[in-house]
């Protein structure tokens, strides 16, 4: 989901980061609060005043909503749920957990911690608010604690809709999976709600836009509809990936004896001989058993013609360092996390140093779906990239 993104630094041990779609909700809130929020509140406020206030209230909410995420990940950290950092992004903020809570238990303290969170800084904001106004403070000033303690407290409520991948979803998927034991269709009802809620919010914002003439609102509605939408679905589709998966290593779902090119072909050759015939998007390099690196129709697009007779393989292909591939041992969970991280989604297999097969994204794909036809009893992929 997330392409570049800005590091920020550490806390606690997670990496906090932003997409930079971020800029565009910062830009978003910071506007809105100094042109909407601070001047209805308190009419004939300066605009510099304003402006100010706005930008302390924006970098307050954003404090706010990784004070959220921390709380899901130091939860999820003490159940033994990898987080892999948190990212802000267009529609608020993501703590990335790589797998699955083990129990329901888990499950519902992870999803509860977020919400939880927010609704004890709502009441702390609030309780600041009452001391500002007693101590006498101007009014826009005491504005920004109330500010503060409002969006927490929207923060909370929104998240605990149940609809999958909200919070609310969440705790309802855990709540299904204590009482029903059965983790993938408590996760089949908890997507179907948050699909249903994401269009729901796409036909609400659609009328917001065309009946009430509320484009930006309404466009917004529409966006956050498309993500929740999007969202439950590939959290369905991941999890049924992920438990037909369960038990296998790489060695089990690779396909074997790939076609390997020799260092020593000069690109013409393997042009000729190699890639027209088999049309794979990628080959690794080997001399016998041992991988060299790999090569693929890209590179030897990139290369002048003129020289493809001289040229050797060798000279120009990528290295088979440990991003371009995994061992046979590796279970095959691990495998599809990578290939879905990787662009081309294509790793070589190894087993100490020796190349013994390629596993792509695709072939992943395809087995997955052969076992669905078949009941969960198909053999290991035989396409390749
Ligand atoms: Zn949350």
Do not use: C
């Amino acid at each position: 989901m997330f392409g570049r993104r800005f590091v920020f630094g550490r806390i606690l041990g997670f990496e906090i980061r932003a997409d930079p779609t971020w800029a565009i909700l910062f830009l978003l809130i910071l506007w809105s609060l100094a042109s909407g929020f601070f001047p209805a509140m308190y009419p004939g406020v300066a605009a510099g005043t304003a402006w100010g206030l706005a930008l302390v209230g924006t970098l307050g909410l954003f404090a706010s909503l990784l004070f959220h995420e921390l709380a899901h990940s130091v939860v999820a950290r003490s159940y033994g749920v990898k987080v892999g950092g948190i990212t802000l992004f267009l529609f608020g903020g993501a703590a990335e957990m790589e797998s699955e809570p083990a129990s329901p238990r888990a499950e519902l303290l992870i999803a509860g911690a977020g919400p939880l969170a927010s609704l004890f800084l709502a009441v702390a904001f609030y309780g600041v608010t009452g001391v500002v106004a007693t101590a006498g403070a101007p009014d826009p000033i005491v504005g920004l604690p109330y500010y503060l303690a409002v969006v927490n407290l929207a923060l909370a409520v929104f998240n605990l809709l149940p609809a999958f991948p909200m919070d609310g979803g969440r705790l309802l998927r855990a709540a299904l999976w204590g009482m029903g034991r059965n983790l993938r269709r408590a996760t089949k009802v908890a997507s179907r709600m948050g699909q249903g809620f994401g269009l729901l919010l796409i036909a609400g914002g659609a009328f917001q836009a065309i009946a009430v003439q509320n484009f930006v609102g309404g466009m917004w509605w529409v966006l956050i509809g498309v993500f929740i939408h999007g969202n439950a679905g590939m959290t369905y589709k991941r999890l049924l990936d992920r438990l037909s998966l369960k038990g296998l290593t790489v060695g089990d779902v690779m396909t074997r004896r790939p076609v390997t090119v020799d260092p020593d072909s000069t690109i013409q050759q393997i042009v000729d001989e190699v890639i027209y015939r088999y049309h794979h998007h990628r080959y690794p390099v080997a001399s016998g058993r041992r991988l060299l690196g790999w090569i693929g129709a890209r590179q030897v697009q990139g290369i002048e013609r003129a020289r493809w007779p001289e040229l050797r393989v060798g000279e120009v292909m990528a290295p088979a360092d440990t991003s371009a591939t995994i061992p046979a041992s590796a279970d095959a969970e691990t495998a599809l996390d990578r290939l879905q991280a990787r662009r081309d989604g294509w790793l070589m297999v190894t087993d100490r140093g020796a190349l013994v097969g390629v596993v792509a994204l695709r072939d992943l794909q395809a087995y997955l779906r052969l076992r669905a036809e078949l009941g969960g009893r198909a053999g290991p992929p035989q396409a390749s990239a």
